[in-house]
C-alpha cells in the first residue's frame, strides 16, 4: 500500500512495536528512511525543505525486505523496490502517490508474522512462509537463523527457495535476539554472557512450529550461514531430538580457538559479541556457548 500519513499512523497492529530504523539515502528534495515495523518493511519519504508535510509511507505486508535505490542524488522522485525470499524485487514507487501497488509473484504465498512467547514471557519473532493450500498434515519445514552483530537476517530474493514452496515445505525465519531487526536493545540483550539467548529464541521457533502442527521433528532442518551456524549447531548440541538436519554455510564454530587467537582480526573483533577468552570469566563464558568445545559424541 501507498498512503499519505502522519508518523504517529505506522501501526500495523495495536501492538505494533517501534519503528526500527535501518538505513537512509539522501535525495536532492528528499530523504529516504529505511526501517522494519513488526518485521514489516516501511520506507519513510520526508522532504526536509517543507517540515510542516507529511511524510509519504512505503509498505507491503507481504514483502521482507527493503532495497536501497543507489539512484543519483538529483533524483526528484526516486523508485524503491521490495522484495522477500520467494519474491523478486518488484517497484514500489514514489511517483504514485495514492496508488495501489503488488507484488508480482507466486499467487499461492502466504506470509504469517508471529511472536512466539516463550517461558520467561519474552517474545521472539518468527516469519512463516507457506503455501496458501497447504495441508493440515505437517509439513517439511526450514528454519533459519543469523542472530548475531546486530544485523538482520538476510530476507531478499533466493530463487533455489521458490521450488521448496511448490514441492510443500514451509520456510520460517527466526529473529532471534542479537539480530538487529528489534532494534539495538533486541541486539544487546544477546552479547557476551547473554549469548546462549539466540539459541534460545531458536529453540522457541522451533517448538513453536511443531506444537502448531507445521512440522515434526523428523522433517525440520535447520539453516545456518556464518556466525548463523553458531546457532544452528549448538542448537544440535542442546536439542538434537527437534531436529533431523542441518545446512551450514562457512559456519563460525570454533568460537574458542578463533577468539584467542590474538593476531587474527577477528579474533579480536568479536570479544564484544562473545566475550574476551584472555581473562578466565572470559574463557569459561566462551566454551559455555561455543558449538566445537560443546560436540558431544
Not at 517540515?51 to 523508485?79: M, V, Y
Not at 593476531?263 to 579480536?268: D, K, M, T
Amino acid at each position: 500500500q501507498c498512503q499519505k500519513a502522519k508518523p504517529k499512523k505506522i501501526t500495523k497492529a495495536s501492538d505494533a512495536s517501534e519503528y526500527v530504523l535501518q538505513d537512509l539515502e539522501l535525495f536532492k528534495d528528499s530523504v529516504a528512511l529505511y526501517g522494519l515495523q513488526n518485521l514489516v518493511p516501511i520506507v519513510l519519504v520526508l522532504n526536509p525543505w517543507e517540515p510542516d508535510r507529511d511524510p509519504l509511507i512505503l509498505s507491503d505486508d507481504g514483502a521482507c525486505h527493503t532495497h536501497r535505490t543507489d539512484q543519483p542524488f538529483c533524483t526528484e522522485k526516486p523508485d524503491f523496490h521490495f522484495s522477500s525470499p520467494v519474491l523478486p524485487p518488484y517497484l514500489h514507487s514514489a511517483k504514485g502517490i495514492g496508488a495501489q501497488f503488488h507484488a508480482e509473484g507466486p499467487s499461492n504465498l502466504k506470509v504469517e508474522r508471529l511472536s512466539v512467547i516463550r517461558w520467561n514471557y519474552c517474545s521472539c519473532h518468527l516469519d512463516v512462509q507457506t503455501d496458501l493450500i497447504r495441508s493440515g498434515a505437517p509439513s517439511p519445514v526450514l528454519v533459519h537463523i543469523y542472530g548475531c552483530y546486530g544485523e538482520n537476517l538476510p530476507m531478499s530474493y533466493q530463487p533455489w527457495k521458490v521450488p521448496l514452496l511448490d514441492r510443500g515445505w514451509v520456510l520460517a525465519y527466526c529473529h532471534a535476539r542479537g539480530g538487529g531487526e528489534m532494534g539495538r536493545k533486541w541486539y544487546h540483550s544477546a552479547l557476551r554472557e547473554s549469548k546462549h539467548k539466540t539459541v534460545e529464541d531458536l529453540q522457541a521457533c522451533v517448538r513453536y512450529l511443531h506444537d502448531k502442527g507445521y512440522s515434526t521433528p523428523s522433517l525440520t532442518a535447520l539453516y545456518g550461514r556464518s556466525a548463523g551456524g553458531f546457532a544452528v549447531v549448538m542448537f544440535c548440541n542442546v536439542s538434537p531430538e527437534l531436529v533431523q538436519a542441518a545446512i551450514l554455510k562457512v559456519p563460525f564454530v570454533n568460537v574458542t580457538g578463533s577468539l584467542s587467537n590474538v593476531s587474527s582480526y577477528l579474533g579480536v573483533k568479536d570479544h564484544e559479541e562473545f566475550g574476551d577468552p584472555l581473562n578466565e570469566a572470559g574463557l569459561r563464558q566462551i566454551q559455555s556457548v561455543c558449538p566445537y568445545y560443546n560436540l558431544k559424541p
